[in-house]
């Protein structure tokens, strides 16, 4: 007994440098348990309040390319405005429109526009923080997208920050669509270049070209439909029936400031009735 | 007592230094100097082994907790700080080990820069193969943390060549 204690007590840096790698190697491995513990993420009050503080300095800083960006969505709205003037004018003469394109549609959307007050762009499994949170009404699981198109899904929040998954995250896993085609399949992202990521689970029997966008689905009820993700760039044939695409990323992640947070108001009533489907 | 508020200064000043200006650097894309290890590297062959590992954790765990990549630093700086005590051994003076701090002077350029290459690869190896945690992708990781290292290397010795220029 006495030289096992000996023997532990000679060695016992040894083992405190075991037990430190395990346990590091455990957080690792248990990656997304130890973010949801608030005090080790950066929703945390002292780490977001500091990414808070310098944000405010950079983003003064980039202010003349923000501008730039609320020029273009501005463009950007004036032609949406005049498409749906246009539209309200067809409306007047002809009665039937309103009931082919569901004019209540859009109020199942509330958009809450948030700053970015960090992020990263250089590992595999980046994230943003976002400067509102569950006292702004903000939950897990809401989607978030810019004026370039999809950003990501809200993974975490504490009161006054959230903390969100992007699409350059390799655990993100975000359902989109070819423009026009109603199959759905997975964008994920493999870690390498920040500006591509993979499209998968497109089967082969869908005619799919260079140049085609690839949008957001409204399957899950996240996002809404039709938000650009990016534009394909090359494809290729598995020997499984599905396409492996490589898609154009939208959203410049190297330069985000400002995102649009989504809710989708009646998500729980849409969940419980599928339930009940299911159950039945 | 003087010494500990010295050296916990340099801890929270490097943290700082680390999370809010060097992890935004990015040059090319990806390449950012890890200069907090450099905190490691000097600490005083007179502080206790176990201590020194605790620090090199809750280092690593506090720049994790900014960087979103919990355990990936915390692994890496620990297995840093449990090396350090041995290759200073190596590295550094035969005489008066027990109370040597590290650096230019006290080891000779030569030695403190060889100490500090090996230090830092090891480092950076550990931390970007615990990240990626597959060894897919072998040569873009391999890649990664080269680059990296030869940055903080350099970070390192131009902080080392200013603090003798006076």
Known sequence: MRSLIRFLLKYKTLFFFL???????????????????????????????LYNLTSKVSNYLSLSSVNQALVEENAELKFQNEKLNFQLDRMRYDTSYVKRNDFAE??????RTARVVHSFTN???????????????IQKGMGVINEKGVVGIVCDVSCHFSVVIPILNSRARINAKIAGKSNVGTVLWTGHDVRYAKLKEVPQYIPVELGDTV?????????????????????????????????????????????DVIEFRHKDELEQLERKEDSK | MNGA????????????????????ILFLGFINPYLYIYF????????????????????????????????????????????????????????????????????GMKEFLQYTIILVFIHQ????????????????????????AIFTILFIYIIEKLKYKR
């Open chain 1, 19 to 49: 037990f430190l790698e395990i346990l590091s190697l455990v957080m690792i491995v248990n990656y997304n348990q130890f973010q949801r513990v608030h005090f080790l993420s950066s929703s945390n009050i002292v780490v977001g309040s």
């Open chain 1, 106 to 111: 859009d109020k199942h959307f509330i958009f």
């Open chain 1, 123 to 137: 590992m595999k499994n980046n994230y943003l923080t976002i400067d509102k949170g569950e006292c702004d009404g």
């Open chain 1, 215 to 259: 949008k957001s689905s409204a399957n899950t009820a996240v996002f809404p439909e039709d938000v650009m993700i990016g534009t394909i760039t090359e494809i290729e044939r598995l020997n499984n029936d599905f396409y492996l695409i490589d898609v154009k990323l939208s959203v410049d992640f190297s330069n985000i400031k400002y995102v």
């Open chain 2, 5 to 24: 508020l010295k050296y916990g200064l340099l801890f929270i000043g490097l943290l700082l230094l680390q999370v809010l200006i060097l992890n935004n």
């Open chain 2, 40 to 107: 490691i590297l000097i600490l005083p062959s007179s502080v206790n082994k176990d201590i020194t590992l605790l620090l090199g954790f809750c280092l690593g765990l506090m720049v994790d907790i900014f960087c979103g990549s919990i355990g990936c630093h915390a692994f890496a700086t620990t297995l840093l700080a449990y090396l350090k005590p041995h290759f200073q051994k190596v590295f550094g003076p035969r005489e008066d080990y027990e109370t040597v701090t590290p650096s230019f002077r006290t080891f």
């Open chain 2, 125 to 148: 190896l550990a931390y970007f193969f615990a990240e990626a945690f597959t060894f897919t992708g072998f040569f873009q990781t391999l890649l990664k943390a080269i680059c990296c």
